[in-house]
């Protein structure tokens, strides 16, 4: 038998679509009815306000 492991309600989802130059981000957080969209190139000063955006 399979173990049932639902995602928690107030948890903020974040699917990233890894290609080459850069990465399409799209952020769900609960309580907004809007998504939020992200191009992130591949480099270090992107990938650290991507961090700082997650955090906020």
Request: charged share 25%; no cysteine; aromatic share 0%.
């Given at each position: 038998m399979t173990a049932l492991d639902s995602t928690p309600?107030?948890?903020v989802l974040v699917p990233i679509d890894i290609a080459k130059l850069r990465n399409e981000v799209l952020i769900e957080a609960p309580g907004h009815k809007r998504r939020r969209r992200l191009l992130v190139l591949?480099?270090?000063a992107e990938h650290d306000h991507l961090i700082e955006v997650l955090q906020a």
């Amino acid at each position: 038998m399979t173990a049932l492991d639902s995602t928690p309600v107030a948890a903020v989802l974040v699917p990233i679509d890894i290609a080459k130059l850069r990465n399409e981000v799209l952020i769900e957080a609960p309580g907004h009815k809007r998504r939020r969209r992200l191009l992130v190139l591949n480099t270090r000063a992107e990938h650290d306000h991507l961090i700082e955006v997650l955090q906020a």
